[in-house]
C-alpha cells in the first residue's frame, strides 16, 4: 500500500498559515525551521546585514552557497540590526503576530537583547519558543560553546562507534554532523506537540532541545551496557563483508535473516552446529561465522553476492557514494529530491523523509538572497521606510 498522489493544485502544508521567526544559523535551528517551512509554515529568517556564517559555505557558485540553499530553500530573509534598540522594537512587534519562535544563540545572548521568552511572552501568551543549544539553556554547562563535532565527542557517540573498530584507539575525524540534523529534527517535533497543546489550552511555552541529550538518544544499546557487565564481542555484527571486487553490508539481526545467510553461503548445516545455533553462542563465536560467509563472498563479485542475499531474504547493500545514492531510482520514485533556485542557479535539495496523504510536503522552489524580503515584510506589518533603513543596520 502506498500513499497516492497529493494534489498539488489543492493541497496546502500541515503548518499552512502558520508564522515563524527564524533566528537560528548553521545548522540544527535551520534544518528545524526548513521543516517547518516544507510543511507549510512562513518562515521569516532573521539576519544580520552581513548574512549568517553559511551564506559562504561550499559549493559557492555566483556568490550564492548551495548549502545555504539546502538549509533554507522556502523561507523569507529579513535584515534586522539586533544591535539597534530600533531593531529590538521590530523584533517584539512582530513577535505579536508570531506563532513559534526558533533560536540557537547560546543561553543568555536572547536574554540580553530583551528577546528571551520571559520577555516575549507577555506579547504573545500563545507564542510557542524554541531554544536549540549545546547543552541546554540551563546547568553547568549550559554556556559552553559548542558545535555538532564538539558534542559528537561529549556524548560519548565517537568512542562508541570507536569500539566497534577492532585494533583501532584514535577516534575519527568527523565531518558529518549528526548532533545537527538529528536536534533539529527533535525540534521540529517538539515544536508540533507543543502547537498540538496550544489547541488544547490556548497557550505556548518555551522548549530546550539539547545537543548533547539528542546525541544521547542514538547510544541506546551503550547507554544499558555502561549500566551493567556486557562483555564486548569478539567482532562487531554488523560490517563490511568482503567480496571478489569490493563490500557489502549484510544485517543479521534475526534468526530468519542468519538462516538466510549461511543458506546463501552454501552452509545450510550450519543453521544446527551447536556453534551458531542460538543466538548467544552465535555472538560468542561471531569471528568464526563471519570468516566462514567470507570464505564464499570473496569468491563472487559484490553484485552476485547482493543477488544471493536478497534471494534469501537477507537485508544488505553495497556500500555506495552520495551520488550514487542520488542516482537511485528508488529516489526518483518517491521524489526525494527537489529543484531549488538561487542566484547562483539551480541545484538539488533532499525533501523531508515523509508524505502525508492529505497535506503538501515539499521544498521551497527558492533560497532567498540575503534581506530579500525586508522591505516587503517589515512594510506589509506597518513599518515605514524611514523605519526599515533604521533597523537594517546598512
Known sequence: MTIPEVDERNATGSFHGLRVLDFSTTIAGPHCSRMLADTGAEVI????????????????????????????????????????????????????????????????VMRRLKLDYASLQPLNPKLVYCSISG??????????????????????????????????????????????????????????????????????????????????????????????????????????????????????????????LVRAAGRPEWVDDPRFAKYADRRAHWTELMDGVESWSRTVTTEKCLADLNAHGVPCSAYRTVAEVMRDPQIAHRGALSEVEDGGGTFKVTNQPFRMSGARVAAGKRSPALGEDTRAFLGESGFSEEQIAAVMGK
Open 45 to 108: 529568517k532573521i539576519e544580520a546585514a552581513e548574512g549568517e556564517t553559511m551564506r559562504i559555505r561550499p559549493p559557492v557558485r555566483n556568490g550564492c552557497s548551495s548549502l545555504f540553499g539546502q538549509l533554507n530553500a522556502g523561507k523569507k530573509s529579513v535584515v534586522l540590526n539586533l544591535k539597534s534598540p530600533q531593531a529590538i522594537d521590530v523584533v517584539r512587534q512582530l513577535v505579536k503576530d508570531a506563532d513559534v519562535l526558533v533560536e540557537n544563540f547560546r543561553p543568555g
Open 135 to 260: 547543552y541546554g539553556q540551563s546547568g553547568p554547562s549550559a554556556e559552553l560553546p559548542a558545535y555538532a563535532p564538539v558534542i559528537h565527542a561529549a556524548s560519548g557517540h565517537d568512542m562508541a562507534h570507536l569500539a566497534y573498530q577492532p585494533g583501532r584507539i584514535r577516534p575519527d575525524y568527523c565531518g558529518i554532523y549528526h548532533a545537527d540534523i538529528l536536534t533539529g529534527v527533535y525540534a521540529f517535533g517538539a515544536i508540533s506537540a507543543a502547537l498540538y497543546q496550544r489547541h488544547l489550552t490556548g497557550n505556548g511555552q518555551h522548549i530546550d532541545v539539547s545537543m548533547l541529550e539528542s546525541m544521547l538518544t542514538l547510544t541506546p544499546n551503550e547507554v544499558q551496557n555502561a549500566q551493567f557487565n556486557v562483555p564486548p564481542p569478539s567482532r562487531p555484527m554488523f560490517g563490511p563483508v568482503e567480496t571478489a571486487d569490493g563490500y557489502v553490508m549484510a544485517a543479521i539481526a534475526s534468526e530468519k535473516t542468519f538462516q538466510g
